[in-house]
């Protein structure tokens, strides 16, 4: 784990990046994450980051399959906005745990 | 005079019925046990069919030998369960009452919901192996398989026996090699996981062994859809991969019986308390096995250990005392590896599956995250475990918790 100051605001991050503390997170903080990953939020992003963090926050386990039937946006969208690993990176960006599939 | 009624008489709902009825009075408690279908299947024997291993017969056997006397048997489809009202509607207008319910109707496969898979190549040139149906279509089709592209692929999370898909590429590769067809064959594991299993430790080991067996494994790869003309598998950010034949693991999703009662999630499975195995929705309602959406592997073996935990529960609800078992959601998986050799998984909700031996620390006989043939006699014997020891509730010598004893803390 490593603490460090994003955006004014000092993280506690795990080895893969992912914030430790979703009350951690801010907007600023989210631009700031996505930017180490070479991506650029806007609204669109941002809807689906409020989602994640109330599912988060409500305590269901997510799933791209759950973001895509939540009328947010569809699984191929979600895709567009998360190329290469959609749950992965919006998860980080949202400040809340790496999604673990649970075999 | 009290009722328990149980929904699904497969692998969870039979245990559960046995060991009810062994414990509970007579004169007191009534159990019910409700399935449409009539035929219990072995199911981990399916992925030995393909192979001519195992056939039909291997698999089956009436469900109503393993349902207790004293318990009755009712044949039906469930309409919808009435949690507010302790109603269970059947599908002939029959009305079922309940103290408690048990719902153990499990998972199937939906390949309907995946466009272009049950299309005109289904049970062609694409076959699943977790029905009876699939994995017979498929043995007869690659008995005169010419060979070409052979992709397994896993369509989402979760899924029943997340080793199975690893298991049936390893026989796979055993089984064209046997044949002197090795060379014509090229086997693909596609997956949606980062890696050819979820948990590290044992991803390195799978890996490998995939790797030894020249088996190319694709992760991250989310299916979308079937292109049956041109024959490829495209993802939804429009990655292609060729198939000459394609053998796939469906998206599975609870039973539609869950959907219609208002209880399931977005795929049918029952928001279940993962300790105690209460529903979140009915105190009165229990959930096991495949059925729940309690984050751990869909298998048999969840089941059972479930079981010994949901019993203690149940016991203590009944006699309204709070409920003191905690399930740690431990699995133990034998996995197939081909050449008479088999590996062994043992793990839970927050020890991932690390090498050691099993069940006797330092002794074994059977060895965690190691190919043995010990191993595979482990996978042979338990057959008979299964249909003599497991379904009718008996004790068996595996905690239902998981024990550090045996294993070794290792990391990547």
Not at chain 2, 189 to 213: D, H, Q, W
Not at chain 2, 255 to 261: A, F, H, L, P, Q
Not at chain 2, 303 to 314: G, K, T, V
Request: glycine share 8%; proline share 5%; hydrophobic share 40%.
């Amino acid at each position: 784990m490593t603490q460090i100051t994003i955006a004014g605001q000092s993280v506690d991050l795990t080895d893969e990046g992912y914030l430790t503390d979703a009350s951690q997170w801010n907007k600023e903080v989210a631009v700031e994450l996505a930017k180490t990953e070479g991506f650029e939020l806007g609204d669109d992003h941002f809807k689906v980051l409020d989602f994640l963090r109330d599912a988060h926050a409500k305590g269901e386990t997510l799933t791209i399959r759950k973001v895509g039937k939540s009328g947010i946006v569809d699984i191929k969208g979600l895709y567009k906005l998360f190329p290469g690993g959609p749950l992965k990176f919006s998860s980080k960006f949202a400040g809340i745990p790496k999604p673990t599939s649970c075999v | 005079m009290k009722d328990i009624l149980i929904l699904g008489a497969g692998t969870a709902g039979t245990m559960m019925a046995n060991k009810l009825r062994n414990t509970l009075e007579y004169d007191e408690w009534r159990i019910t046990i409700v399935d449409q279908y009539k035929t219990h299947y072995y199911q981990p024997g399916f992925l030995f069919i393909p192979f001519g291993i195992y056939n039909k017969q291997d698999v089956i056997k009436p469900k109503s030998n393993f349902i207790p006397p004293g318990v009755k048997l009712i044949y039906s489809e469930i309409d919808k369960i009435e949690g507010e009202n302790n109603k269970v509607y059947l599908q002939e207008g029959r009305v079922l009452n309940y103290d408690f319910l048990i719902i153990a109707t499990g998972t199937q496969t939906c390949p309907e919901e995946t466009p272009g898979l049950k299309d005109k190549l289904w049970y062609k040139d694409i076959f699943d192996f977790y029905t009876i149906e699939g994995s017979i279509a498929l043995q007869k089709h690659l008995k005169d398989w010419k060979g070409g592209k052979l992709v397994m692929c896993i369509s989402e999370l979760p899924y029943k026996c997340p080793v199975a898909p690893i298991e049936f590429v390893c026989l796979a590769e055993a089984y064209f090699a046997k044949k002197g067809m090795r060379d014509k064959v090229d086997i693909t594991y596609v997956t949606p996981m980062p890696g050819a299993f979820t948990k590290p430790v044992a991803t390195k080991m799978l890996s490998e062994l995939l790797t030894e067996k020249n088996i190319k494994v694709i992760p991250d790869f989310y299916l979308e859809k079937i292109d049956n003309d041109n024959k490829k598998l495209i993802s939804y950010d429009e990655l292609e991969i060729d198939f000459d034949l394609l053998t796939i693991v469906p998206v599975n999703m609870g039973s539609e019986m869950i959907e219609r009662s208002g209880m399931g999630d977005d795929l049918n499975f029952v928001p279940t308390n993962k300790h105690t195995l209460q529903s979140d929705q009915f105190e009165n309602i229990f959930v096991i096995g495949d059925a729940a959406n309690i984050p751990t592997s869909k298998a048999g073996s969840v089941a059972h250990f479930a079981s010994e935990i949901l019993f203690d529960n149940l016991m203590s609800a009944i006699e309204g005392r709070p409920l003191l078992a905690k399930f740690d959601g431990h699995a133990n998986c034998y996995i197939e590896t081909g050449y008479g050799k088999g590996a062994l998984i043992d793990f839970n909700y927050d020890t991932e599956p690390l090498p050691g031996t099993f069940p006797l620390p330092g002794i074994g006989p059977f060895g965690l995250l190691k190919n043995t043939k010990i191993n595979h006699y482990g996978k042979v014997i338990f057959r008979w475990i299964y249909w003599h020891i497991l379904l009718k509730g008996k004790e068996m010598p595996i905690e239902a918790d998981m024990t550090m004893a045996g294993k070794k803390r290792v990391t990547v």
